[in-house]
Nanobody, 123 residues
Framework: VQLQASGGGLVQAGGSLRLSCAAS????????IGWFRQAPGKEREGVSS????????YYADSVKGRFIISRDNAENTVYLQMNSLKREDTAVYYC?????????????????WGQGTLVTVSS
């Protein structure tokens, strides 16, 4: 099970980025996907997650109304559209997968992790 997160970069406050989490070696159809982030000097935290069918989503309060999680199982990819970015969104973003479960914001529920992609929001 391999996950590849991409789409990070440098963006001005108020701007947008779309992160992608692509799976290889397996199909995402039966996996819930979570996005997590770790800001400098802080613990990793849950940002958003989506159920295997895409019918249920979760957002942390800090990103609710600004971020949108979606999935395209045909493309074997999950996306995180990040709008109205703030400096406090600066972090390394990780995607993670868990088979056959509902959504969760707990890192311990996700056994499979991709490498991170850095998002830097400048003022």
């Amino acid at each position: 099970v391999q996950l590849q997160a991409s789409g990070g970069g440098l963006v001005q406050a108020g701007g947008s980025l779309r992160l992608s989490c692509a799976a290889s070696g397996f199909t995402l159809d039966y996996y819930a996907i979570g996005w997590f982030r770790q800001a400098p000097g802080k613990e990793r935290e849950g940002v958003s997650s989506i159920s295997a069918t895409g019918s249920v989503t979760y957002y942390a309060d800090s990103v609710k109304g600004r971020f949108i999680i979606s999935r395209d199982n045909a493309e074997n990819t999950v996306y995180l559209q990040m709008n109205s970015l703030k400096r406090e969104d600066t972090a390394v973003y990780y995607c993670a997968a868990s088979q056959g479960m509902g959504i969760s914001s707990r890192q311990s529920d996700y056994p499979y992790w991709g490498q991170g992609t850095l998002v830097t929001v400048s003022s």
